[in-house]
């Protein structure tokens, strides 16, 4: 069974900090992850990206993989208010295959203090 | 990013009759095309695989003489939700899968059945 894991949370930060969120996966072949913020009552929005070890940065979102640790992370700097959202991690484990699919974490529920 | 649009955004419709909902990509062509289902403060729940000009691929556990999938064109899936009861409410979001590896939601329907 695929799996993709992340913490519940709430994840409480103070207006202005960083915020990390992480996720880990359990299938080594997995090529392609996502970040996804859902606000409570709309559908899911893609912020971030990520094929390659490493960091990728956009904006204010800073996505990290690590595929040997099987881990990636999305931090986000000077949080506002409006961020207050749960953040998905998705992952590709098929990626140009047959099906594309997407396995979802719970999300991260991020919520950021004023 | 990629728009996904969706319609209708809400219905209310009677218990025993069916639903229609499309999910249109308005500025990218989609060979693949998901529909998810999510109840409140749960985790999103992938219901079926939308390919076109081929059959749909049903989720473990999804009725596919109940939720009828058709993928008509490269821009257009529609999910039709056939002799509705008021456990089918929910909120039914679709997904178009573009080459680029990414996958944009729309901005999902919610469905009560009365």
């Known amino acids: 069974q695929k799996e993709v894991e992340q913490n519940s949370g709430p994840l409480s930060v103070p207006e202005g900090a960083i915020a990390s969120l992480n996720c880990t996966y359990s299938?080594?072949?997995?090529?392609?992850f996502f970040w996804y913020r859902q606000y409570s009552g709309k559908s899911p929005e893609l912020i971030m990206s990520?094929?390659?070890?490493g960091d990728k940065e956009d904006g204010r979102f800073t996505a990290q993989l690590n595929k040997a640790s099987q881990y990636v992370s999305l931090l986000i700097r000077d949080s506002q208010p409006s961020d207050s959202a749960t953040y998905l991690c998705?992952?590709?484990?098929?990626?140009?295959?047959?099906?594309?699919?997407?396995?979802f974490g719970t999300g991260t529920l991020l919520a950021v203090q004023p | 990013g990629a728009v996904v649009s969706q319609h209708p955004s809400w219905v209310i419709c009677k218990s025993g009759t069916s639903v229609k909902i499309e999910c249109r990509s308005l500025?990218?062509?989609?060979?693949?095309m998901f529909w998810y289902r999510q109840f409140p403060k749960q985790s999103l729940m992938l219901m079926a695989t939308?390919?076109?000009?081929?059959?749909?691929?049903?989720e473990q556990g999804v009725e596919k003489d109940k939720f009828l999938i058709n993928h008509a064109s490269l821009t257009l899936s529609t999910l039709t939700v056939t002799s509705a009861h008021p456990e089918d409410s929910s909120f039914y979001i679709c997904?178009?899968?573009?080459?680029?590896?990414?996958?944009?939601f729309g901005p999902g329907t919610r469905l009560t059945v009365t």
């Open positions: 299938d080594r072949g997995s090529q392609s």
């Open positions: 997904s178009a899968y573009r080459d680029t590896g990414e996958q944009y």
């Open positions: 990520i094929y390659s070890n």
């Open positions: 500025d990218f062509q989609a060979t693949t």
């Open positions: 939308s390919n076109e000009g081929s059959k749909a691929t049903y």
């Open positions: 998705a992952v590709n484990t098929n990626y140009g295959g047959a099906t594309n699919k997407l396995i």
